[in-house]
């Protein structure tokens, strides 16, 4: 169980451009998911907490404008990276959490690289 | 501001070493330690989550144990598929019921076979 899956897992993009990343929670409803960064060699750096069927609470530092978040069902929350340069490659991880527990299960990450 | 702070930064171990790695926190009001596991290119796997000062969890050659400063993840006869980056996260109490981690940068640990 509390298994959470991302789409795509590696991609990339020219400068300018949009990219969207799909998180799915598959096995259970997460109320709350979360979005994260992780350049190399450094850890998890929380970009932004979506709760379904509100506006995500975004972390000091992070744009919401570039970084948009959609979390409209139970089991689904997206990222888009709008107008994209070459300092948004990173690794971002979505996790989700479920009503009856403090524990957050993680996707396997999506690397993005923006030529 | 919730701080977390791993040692060390990297491992290496025979294959059959024990060893401990070490989460040293501050938070105001701990919800909860978590451990993690992450390999190369992936998202963290969840291996425990320890609640209050004396608490211990096992599961296979892990063994994580709390107190109010600190944590430890204690390997026993560790092997090769062991190596990996362990992660420490701190969760506080909010008044907003947010479930925020406050991750470490982790330990990177190597066993040789």
């Known amino acids: 169980g509390a298994v959470v899956s991302q789409h795509p897992s590696r991609v990339i993009c020219k400068s300018g451009t949009s990219v969207k990343i799909e998180c799915r929670s598959l096995?259970?409803?997460?109320?709350?998911m979360f979005w994260y960064r992780q350049f190399p060699k450094q850890s998890l750096m929380l970009m932004a907490t979506s709760n379904e069927g509100s506006k995500a609470t975004y972390e000091q530092g992070v744009e919401k404008d570039k970084f948009l978040i959609n979390h409209a069902s139970l089991t689904l929350s997206t990222l888009t990276v709008t107008s994209a340069h070459p300092e948004d490659s990173s690794f971002y991880i979505c996790?989700?959490?479920?009503?009856?527990?403090?524990?957050?299960?993680f996707g396997p990450g999506t690397r993005l690289t923006v030529t | 501001e919730d701080q977390v702070t791993q040692s060390p930064e990297a491992l290496r171990l025979q294959e059959g070493e024990s060893s401990s790695l070490n989460c040293s926190y501050t938070v105001s009001g701990l919800r909860g330690l978590f451990w993690y596991r992450q390999d190369p290119g992936k998202g963290p796997e969840f291996l425990f989550t320890l609640y209050s000062a004396g608490e211990e969890k096992e599961k296979e050659r892990l063994k994580a144990t709390l107190t109010k400063k600190e944590s430890f993840l204690h390997i026993t006869a560790p092997k090769p598929e062991d190596s990996a980056t362990y992660l420490c996260a701190v969760q506080a109490y909010s008044g907003a019921g947010s479930y925020q981690l406050t991750f470490g940068k982790g330990t990177k640990l190597s066993v040789i076979p």
């Open positions: 996790s989700a959490s479920s009503p009856d527990s403090y524990e957050q299960y």
């Open positions: 096995d259970f409803q997460a109320t709350t």
